[in-house]
């Protein structure tokens, strides 16, 4: 029973009379004691640990998903900002995820909503393997959206692989197309989705869609120009709260130039840098309007491109942004609660 002590009677029978304990005794005694409160107090905090790394792993948000979270704290590439200190969510947060999947020299993004939904952006290279491993790993059986930002290998590569290992809702893309054995593999593989029920629509500056308590806004294209690819590219924002987050495909300074006209509409939170951080996007202008906390770059190891480029880093890191650069870190993961955020990575 709580407050009796152990063995009060063993030695105390009747009659018996009881010895004081000796000085040492007493002190020895004493020692034992601070020594198992010690081990009591080390078990514990183990204990609020163990729980409270089972309670992250659990948390509303991305405890929908069976793919682990990294464990690692994202270092920022070079001399940017400092890593971001992690917030702290509770279990019943409902929570936007981003995971920045490193595909090698390629772009592709899933994301998961805090009800469960996925959108998939780009999809990496014809001969990238990762993206599939990842969306089986996540537990992802359908894609409620697919959006492919342009038809060049880096993004639509893994398209067809997509499209026939999972259930894809519904595909949003430019009106563009080019005269490649690639993305003739791609336009087949498109055309049996329709014929499943899939939903397919040209990204058009305007076009708004309600995802599960996210915004997703089409900022461009304004015109698509198959000899341009790059500047056909989707740019869109997906709105979380207060929470915003732009992906730009390849598109250049002349797209930027056309997108400043939206002036305050362009700020966000996190920026998926353009054409994997080279110098022909991500211009002065571009970046302050933008003015994002987290940056991340996707491109692969030893690139011949030289992505990212110096400057460009350098440029977002003056404007006070972190850059992330797969290349370095591995996946990028984002978690945001619509105010607060942490940024994760593989490595």
Do not use: W
Not at 51 to 70: H, Y
Not at 84 to 110: H, K, N, W, Y
Request: glycine share 10%.
């Amino acid at each position: 029973m709580p407050g009796k002590s152990k063995g009060k009677g063993a030695g105390a029978g009747k009659g018996k009379s009881r010895s004081t304990p000796s000085k040492s005794s007493r002190q020895k005694k004493k020692i034992r004691k601070k020594q198992g409160d010690k081990l009591l107090t080390a078990v514990a905090f183990i204990a609020v640990i163990a729980i409270a790394v089972i309670a992250l792993a659990n948390m509303g948000g991305f405890g929908n998903t069976s793919v682990s979270l990294p464990e690692k704290i994202a270092t920022p590439t070079g001399a940017t900002k400092s890593s971001v200190p992690p917030t702290t969510f509770a279990e019943t947060d409902s929570l936007l995820r981003f995971d920045f999947i490193d595909v090698g020299q390629g772009d592709s993004t899933l994301i998961t909503t805090p009800g469960g939904e996925y959108i998939l952006v780009d999809t990496g290279t014809s001969i990238e393997t990762r993206l599939i491993k990842h969306l089986e790993a996540s537990g992802v059986d359908e894609i409620d959206y697919l959006i492919l930002t342009h038809p060049h290998n880096d993004h639509i590569g893994g398209a067809a692989s997509v499209l026939a290992k999972f259930d894809v809702k519904c595909v949003i893309m430019p009106d563009a197309a080019t005269n490649t054995t690639l993305f003739d593999k791609f336009y087949r593989a498109i055309a049996r989705e329709k014929k499943n029920g899939c939903k397919v629509y040209s990204a058009e500056p305007g076009d708004r869609y309600e995802i599960d308590g996210c915004t997703l806004s089409i900022l461009a294209p304004f015109e698509c120009d198959e000899e341009e690819l790059n500047n056909s590219s989707v740019v869109m924002k997906l709105s979380y709260k207060g929470y915003d987050a732009m992906f730009s495909g390849d598109a250049e300074r002349i797209v930027e130039d056309s997108l400043l006209l939206y002036g305050d509409d362009l700020d966000c939170e996190l920026y998926k840098v353009a054409h994997h951080g080279s110098d022909t996007s991500s211009t002065a202008d571009f970046v302050r309007a933008v003015s994002p906390d987290v940056s991340v770059i996707s491109c692969g190891v030893d690139n011949s491109y030289g992505h990212p480029n110096a400057e460009i880093v350098k440029r977002l890191g003056d404007n006070g942004s972190a850059v992330y650069v797969t290349a370095d870190i591995g996946t990028v993961t984002v978690l945001t609660d619509g105010v607060g955020y942490s940024v994760l990575s593989d490595r």
